[in-house]
């Protein structure tokens, strides 16, 4: 399976000393006037420096939709994005935004570079990590998104999941990260095709493989791909 560490709703590219989470969807929660056990903020935060704490990155890269906003930012969000920084900061590491979808306000409460897709170098392969509405522009041999915040059933339990698929996009892998956001709904993949995924890296969905993260064992949990496991779900 692939060479990187998971953790919860984020992941981990040791060789290229990069951690990558996605769909924060800051503001989602004011948006929606639904409610966190922590507040939205405080939840972000503190789950995020618990994954920074296990793995002390250099760079922390969100894959996209870091806001959920269209029209305007609230000032709430915009001191969220501050705190998250912040939060990245102090634990030694730089926080790398890669535009989705849902980010066509972050110009006007991000003053750093802001990327369509940001290319790391893993060992002997490049890996371009972007938020996977669309057909990316660079090609690479790992593909690292989110986007359609894949979840997953089993045993009567919904779980946010990772779906892992090697030379599945044109030869090169996929791997989908669940939402960061506890806010922002998931996708149920049980008995999603390719055609049912917004994501068009989703190009043939029986060869991914789904991997969830066990909050208990603390451990990620490796399945079959979904073609074959969706038979026993």
Not at 11 to 27: E, N
Not at 101 to 124: A, F, K, P, Q, S
Not at 150 to 165: D, M, W
Not at 195 to 218: I, K, N, Y
Request: hydrophobic fraction near 40%; aromatic fraction near 6%.
């Amino acid at each position: 399976m692939f060479d990187v560490a998971f953790a919860d709703r984020a992941v981990f590219l040791p060789r290229a000393d990069v951690l990558v989470v996605a769909d924060l969807h800051v503001g989602r929660a004011a948006a929606s006037d639904v409610e966190v056990p922590l507040g939205e903020r405080a939840d972000l935060t503190e789950r995020l420096d618990a994954v920074l704490d296990r793995f002390s990155p250099g760079r922390v890269v969100v894959a996209g939709d870091v806001l959920h906003e269209f029209g305007r930012v609230s000032h709430r969000a915009a001191e969220t994005l501050d705190t998250l920084d912040a939060t990245c900061r102090a634990a030694g590491a730089e926080l790398v935004l890669v535009t989705g979808n849902h980010d066509g306000m972050l110009e006007t409460v991000w003053d750093g570079e802001r990327h369509d897709g940001y290319r790391v170098d893993d060992g002997d392969r490049t890996v371009l990590v972007c938020h996977g509405h669309e057909e990316p522009s660079e090609e690479a041999d790992r593909y690292v998104v989110g986007h359609d915040h894949p979840t997953i059933t089993i045993e009567g339990q919904r779980r946010p999941c990772f779906l892992a698929g090697e030379a599945v996009y044109h030869g090169s892998d996929v791997l989908m990260l669940p939402a960061f956001s506890r806010v922002a709904s998931g996708v149920e993949i049980n008995g999603m095709r390719a055609r049912d995924f917004q994501s068009p890296l989703v190009t043939d969905a029986d060869a991914l493989r789904p991997v969830v993260w066990d909050p208990g064992g603390e451990d990620a949990l490796t399945f079959p791909p979904l073609g074959r496991f969706r038979k026993l779900l």
